[in-house]
């Protein structure tokens, strides 16, 4: 289990578009290893599901922290001139 926690760590100090591409490729490895340790046909979708899902929430998580980075600079001096619409 540490060992997989050391993995999705790393995945996610990735930029996105790579972070994307682990995720699913996991998850791609997940379902293959469903797969063969049970023999159901359908094991392989079910990692590329969850890869995906994976994907989604590494791009949600990238989003929320560009949200709590851009809500930080809105209270800098330097940018309350520009927030009333002033193009100076």
Not at 10 to 18: E, F, Q, R, V
Not at 55 to 65: E, F, M, S, T
Not at 69 to 78: A, G, I, Y
């Amino acid at each position: 289990m540490a060992k997989i926690k050391k993995v999705v760590d790393a995945a996610d100090s990735l930029s996105l578009g790579i972070s994307i591409v682990v995720a699913v490729l996991l998850g791609v490895g997940l379902g293959f290893w469903i797969k063969s340790a049970t023999g159901w046909g359908f094991g392989l979708f079910i990692g590329v599901f969850l890869g995906i899902a994976a994907a989604i929430l590494n791009v949600y998580k990238a989003y929320k922290k560009q949200i709590k980075s851009l809500d930080e600079l809105k209270d800098e001096n330097r940018y309350k001139a520009l927030k009333n619409g002033d193009d100076e």
